[in-house]
């Protein structure tokens, strides 16, 4: 993946879509026909069976996006299209990378880890291969302070994003203990 | 149809579930060509109530099937092997995505245990076709054939039509399966993604039929969805009840009578003068199953630029594609004109007026006065012009005669100055513009419409294109016509060379005897007469329209130097719309 952090005007859709064979090829072939941009793009299965869910990230202004959706909606595979905003919902994004340290350094970058809450996964002579898990924007934040040691390798999943449920649900979910709302 | 003829659980092959479930859809005829990976459904064929129709090439199967979808809004239906077949019938499918034309394309495909190895005439069809169909999908099991048979015609036929096509590997079609008969339900459980909007909103159908009656410069801008809507009458009705006049596209042309007072012709690149400046000054588009095509357009920045636009269809995709509508209705056309028509009596009833549009009839009448269509007769000696031919061949047309056409400067001339006073009664490719389109959707045409004379115009390039579907239309007995334009060159691609490269003539001359289409004509078993001369050509016309039992081709050699106007040059705004030559004096009026 780019370095380049998501664009500002970005925009996040949850497609809820039947999990047949080639859907994936099916809406990136539209997106690709139709002269639009993925940012990033992130597909599993979701909670009903026989369907996934694909979280796209564009970078479009507000008109083509308009476009976008009902030109994605025409697919049949596709059920249903949330436009996720940004401020009322979570995102998340899981990022490895493995970072050249020397002795001097192994401890900096530990402590970075450390201090953004990440895990290291492997130690090596002249490496370290960290995660980390939150926020898009933090693991921006993230990767750029390990880029000054020197990134080898970097892979980040895409943003996966549902909706924020509404206050009354959240404190329902923290009550019952059953959803953790991070 | 949901109820199944054949008991539930009845051992057959893949195959045999496929033909039945083509039965049980309605399918009467199909046009194909066998192969390889195909073989086994074509076995079971010979058993079957449907007619197959032995094309040339499988790009004439697909044509044919379009053609007959024209004219019966029934799916046309191909079938074809897999490899090189499937990619011959890729243009067909796209010329139907286009114009969308409800149509089923059904391949072969490599055994499922071959696919991905490179085999023979193997290809990734569900791969290729995807962004050329409204749906495809490759059968993976004979107990699947039946459900993606049904989804195909289901898909193809409803929300905006459109081809589809079903990928069938040879071991599928040769295993063993039980009958099941989908029903309705099943189907539409299936595909849950697929919910199509049918009645337009409530609310916007009142602003609407406000609008309308408000409106001083309103104009019915009317697309091929009204003939997919099957609403011809329905437009009628809103079109006496407001009195406002109607301008039919290339693919609408027909759904509104031409010889109605109210109809204005074709709007475009190549409509006439009146309608394109009406679309131009109108205050008020009633778009109705268009979709605001660059040809019609002209340059967007400066298409109507004082005209509010209510604009229906039932792709939710087509609304601010192209022109952000004031009111944007998602529905059927049919249904949604009724349903305005209902709210403007509504609103009468309630003592509400229509505006005043006296003004703007009268100026309309004045362009109509200034700028009809025109050419200037050939002098004695010099060479036919085809726009006389044409208004031979209309004149002697019988009622109801359905005309096919090809692309270039032949299908201008055909659309402007043919009357189609019946929809469904002009096949032609709009939105691909397909060269080679009109002799195979002649056939199709033909075959969908037994009782009609069906007239095939086509120029000398396209003809040389699928030709050879005439030997098909001879052995299969269906007697078309066609009308070949030989002006020795690709006219429309030398018009836009004379026009815009300073006569810079490049690749667009063939030849005017070579090859000779009467012997080739002949050699396909076809009837065939050369016109020269204007004497001959209403002779000519009445010996062709005399013929029943064979096809017939009739070639006018033209002149290669006519051009068609008027034209909006691409990329131009509709206000700089170039008029024939002979009526630049009065240019100004267009105002
Ligand atoms: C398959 C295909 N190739 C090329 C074109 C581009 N094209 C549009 S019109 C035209 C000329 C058609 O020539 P002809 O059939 O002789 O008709 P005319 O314009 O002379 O009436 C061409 C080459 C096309 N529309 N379709």
């Known amino acids: ?182 | 149809m949901s109820t199944s003829r054949i008991a539930p659980g009845t051992r057959m092959t893949g195959a045999q579930a496929l033909i039945h479930a083509l039965e049980h859809e309605g399918v009467e005829v199909m046009f194909g060509l066998p192969g390889g990976c195909i073989l086994p459904a074509y076995d079971p064929l010979l058993e079957s109530t449907i007619r197959h129709i032995l094309v040339r090439h499988e790009q004439g199967a697909g044509h044919m099937a379009e053609g007959y979808a024209h004219v019966t809004g029934r799916p046309g239906v191909a079938m074809v092997t897999s490899g090189p077949a499937a990619t011959n019938l890729v243009t067909p499918l796209m010329d139907a995505y286009m114009d969308s034309i409800p149509m089923v394309g059904i391949t072969g495909q490599v055994p499922t245990g071959a696919i991905g190895t490179d085999a023979f005439q193997e290809c990734d069809t569900v791969g290729i076709t995807r962004s050329v169909t409204k749906h495809n999908e490759l059968v993976m099991s004979a107990d699947e054939v039946t459900l993606a048979v049904r989804q195909a015609f289901h898909i193809a036929t409803t929300g905006r039509p459109g081809p589809t096509l079903i990928d069938l590997p040879k071991d599928v079609l040769q295993n063993e399966t039980r009958w099941e008969w989908p029903t309705d339900e099943e189907v539409a459980a299936s595909l849950p993604g697929y919910r199509p909007t049918m009645k337009g909103h409530p609310r916007m159908v009142k602003e609407a039929a406000r609008l309308i009656l408000a409106a001083e410069r309103p104009v019915l801008y009317v697309g091929g969805g009204i003939l997919k809507a099957r609403a011809a009458e329905a437009l009628r009705e809103l079109a006496e009840l407001t009195q406002i006049p109607v301008v039919t596209t290339l693919m609408a042309r027909g759904a509104f009578p031409d010889d109605h007072p109210l109809c204005l012709g074709m709007p475009g690149m190549h409509g006439n003068a009146t309608a394109i400046t009406a679309m131009q000054k109108s205050d008020l588009l009633i778009a109705l199953g268009a979709r605001f095509d660059d040809r019609i357009t002209g340059k967007v920045a400066s298409f109507a630029p004082e005209a509010k636009v209510i604009h229906v269809d039932i792709d939710p995709a087509e609304q601010g594609k192209v022109r952000r509508p004031d009111v944007p209705i998602v529905g059927d056309c049919r249904l949604v004109i009724e349903e305005i028509v209902k709210a403007i009596r509504d609103l009468q009833a309630g003592g509400e007026t229509q505006a005043d549009t006296t003004a703007w009839k009268s100026r309309i009448s004045g362009w109509r006065e200034q700028f009809p269509l025109t050419y200037e007769p050939s002098e004695p000696g010099n060479a036919l012009k085809p726009q006389f031919c044409l208004e031979k061949l209309r004149d002697a047309a019988p009622e109801g005669t359905i005309v096919a056409s090809g692309v270039g400067q032949h299908q201008m001339w055909t659309s402007q100055y043919w009357q189609f006073n019946e929809p469904y009664t002009w096949v032609n490719s709009g939105g691909l513009g397909t060269m080679g389109f009109s002799i195979p959707a002649a056939i199709g045409a033909k075959i969908g419409r037994p009782d009609r004379t069906v007239w095939a115009v086509d120029g000398d390039g396209c003809f040389q294109m699928t030709a050879q579907e005439l030997v098909t239309a001879t052995v299969e007995r269906i007697p078309i016509k066609v009308a070949l334009l030989n002006n020795s060159y690709l006219g429309m691609v030398r018009q836009w060379q004379e026009m815009f490269y300073d006569e810079r003539y490049s690749e667009v001359y063939l030849s005017t005897d070579v090859p000779d289409y009467v012997k080739w004509a002949e050699s396909m078993g076809c009837v065939a007469i050369r016109v020269e001369a204007p004497e001959e050509v209403e002779p000519a016309i009445e010996k062709a329209n005399a013929v029943n039992d064979r096809p017939v081709v009739v070639e006018f050699r033209v002149d290669s130097g006519e051009k068609v106007f008027p034209m909006v040059p691409a990329g131009h705004s509709n206000d700089d719309v170039l008029v024939h030559p002979t009526q630049n004096d009065r240019r100004e009026h267009l105002r």
Do not use: C, W
């Not at chain 1, 005007?9 to 993925?38: C, D, E, K, M, T």
């Not at chain 1, 090596?124 to 921006?140: C, F, I, M, N, Q």
């Open chain 1, 1 to 182: 993946m780019s370095t380049t952090p998501a664009p500002r005007n970005h925009h996040i859709l949850s497609v809820l879509v039947q999990n047949r064979p080639g859907v994936l090829a099916r809406v990136a072939s539209l997106f690709a026909r139709r002269g639009y941009n993925i940012f990033s793009l992130a597909v599993a299965p979701a909670e009903d069976e026989g369907m996934s869910r694909i979280t796209i990230v564009v970078d479009v202004d507000s008109a083509p996006l308009e476009q976008i959706v009902k030109q994605l909606f025409k697919l049949v595979e596709v059920v249903k299209i949330s436009e996720l905003d940004p401020r009322r919902s979570v995102e998340r994004e899981l990022l490895l990378a493995t970072v050249r340290t020397d002795a001097e350094t192994r401890s900096q970058v530990a402590q970075l880890v450390d201090i953004f809450e990440g895990k290291i996964l492997a130690v090596g002579v002249e490496a370290l291969t960290v995660s980390l898990e939150g926020h898009p924007d933090k693991l921006d934040d993230f990767e750029a302070l390990l880029s000054g040691y020197g990134i080898v390798e970097l892979q980040r999943t895409g943003r996966v994003a549902l909706a924020k449920i509404d206050r009354q649900a959240r404190l329902r979910a923290v009550d019952t203990g059953k959803g953790k709302v991070g």
